[in-house]
Structure formats: C-alpha cells, structure tokens
C-alpha cells in the first residue's frame, strides 16, 4: 500500500483509512482525490465476483462503441459519394480508431480464459463460473464485429481515391472539350479574317482589285472557308 500510495500521491490519511478494516460506507475528498468505501454484497464470493462484476460491466458498454464505429462507416460511405473533401481525414481518423479498439478488447478472451483455469483450484461456486462462462459471448460479439470493420476504412480510403481520380479526369476531359471548342471557332473565325486581310492591303498590283466581282468573290471564299472548317471540325466532335 505504501507503493501504491507513493506512485499515485496518495494523502495520508487515505492511506491509513485504506489499510483500516471494517468501516462503515463513507466518502471524502483530500485535494484531487476521493476516498470511498463501500461494502458490495458479492464480495463474500471472492476477487473472482469483484471481477467479474467490472468485467461485465465493461464488456457492456462496448456495444455502444461498436454501434458508433459502424454509424461512422455509414456516415463516411455517404460523404464519399458526396464529393466532400473532407472524408480523407475522417477515414484516417476512423482507422485509427477501430484499431485502438481491436487493441483493447483483443485480450479480454485470454484473461476470461486465465479465469477459467483457476476455477477448481481456487473452488470458484457455481453460479460465477457461469456467469463468466456467459461472458465469453458477449466479448466474442464486440471483437467480432470490430475485426469486420477493421478492412472497411482501408476500403473506404481506396474507393475515396479512386473516385478523386474520376473526378479530376471528368474535370480534365471537361477542359479538353471546352479548349477543342474554342481552338475550332478560332481557327473558323480566322479563315474569313485571313481571307478579309489580304484584300484590304490595297496594293496596286493585286489582280483581283478592280476585278468587278472581287467583292462577291472574297465574301464567298471567306463563307466557304468558314463553311468548310466548320464542317471538319464537326465530324470530328469538337464543335
């Protein structure tokens, strides 16, 4: 007591009340700590009912972890599938822990299982060897579907990739149509204005310049270029 008392910096007076026996139910605070007795029934059963009482009392709150850790894996599925960009994170977070989880009950099958071996040497009743026999299950059902969800935020984080790709693909091949788009009516718009720049130099020599039907003439070649740019462009899908 003296070594447990120095390791957690226990008050004095803690101490002595903790190593007197036969006191009535009390409690008291010395600074941080609180001192409390209590005097259980099942304690005439031995360490053995004591443990098993907190074991089971344990045991049952980890459902509600569980159930938690599987409505985060709902919760994650829809944000995948949302687009947030936030899930990354989440997933890394869930991962993390389900695996502190596994950790923590991982070990309660050996320690029932030490129990169990020491059941007929230390003349364990009836009743509590039951009672711990029944917990077996209910530990097998948490470690169960704990190492179920484990795989999933690894699965979860491969589908998040693999639709971010998707996504930034979608984007890419979006850009390429929208810069084939504009490339087309560029170059479209440019044979009528090449067309258009060569007879507005105005040189004397062009034999086309007091040629009467020059001005027909370039019109329809600058709608025919047009035209016929359009045309390619078109069946090759880019307009």
């Known amino acids: 007591m003296t070594a447990v008392a120095n390791e957690f910096g226990l008050h004095a007076l803690a101490v002595e009340d903790a190593v007197s026996a036969h006191q009535r139910p009390k409690l008291e605070r010395y600074d941080d700590n609180l001192f409390t007795v209590l005097r259980p029934a099942l304690l005439q059963h031995g360490p053995e009912a004591v443990l098993s009482a ?11 972890v569980v159930a938690g850790l599987e409505n985060d894996i709902d919760e994650i599925e829809d944000q995948l599938f949302s687009g947030d960009s936030s899930v990354s994170r989440r997933i890394y977070e869930l991962a993390r822990e389900v695996i502190q989880f596994q950790r923590a009950i991982h070990p309660l099958p050996d320690m029932l299982d030490q129990l169990k071996r020491g059941f007929e040497k230390y003349q364990v009743e009836t009743d509590l ?19 179920s969800l484990r795989d999933l ?18 984007v890419s ?3 390429n149509e929208q810069v084939k788009k504009i490339s087309s009516w560029a170059a479209i718009l440019f044979a009528p204005s090449f067309v258009a720049g060569i007879y507005g130099m105005n040189f004397d020599n062009m034999p086309e310049l007091h040629w009467a039907a020059g001005y027909p003439y370039a019109l329809i070649l600058m709608v025919a270029a047009g035209a016929l740019m359009y045309g390619i462009f078109k069946k090759k899908g880019w307009i």
Request: cysteine-free; proline content about 6%; glycine content about 4%.
């Open 173 to 175: 091949t979006e850009q």
């Open 54 to 64: 907190l074991l089971d009392r344990v045991v049952d709150d980890y459902a509600p």
């Open 153 to 170: 935020p690894q699965n979860a984080l491969t589908l998040d990739g693999t639709l971010t790709a998707n996504r930034q693909n979608d």
């Open 129 to 147: 060897r039951h009672s711990l026999r029944d917990m077996e299950d209910h530990v097998e059902r948490p470690i169960s579907r704990v190492g």
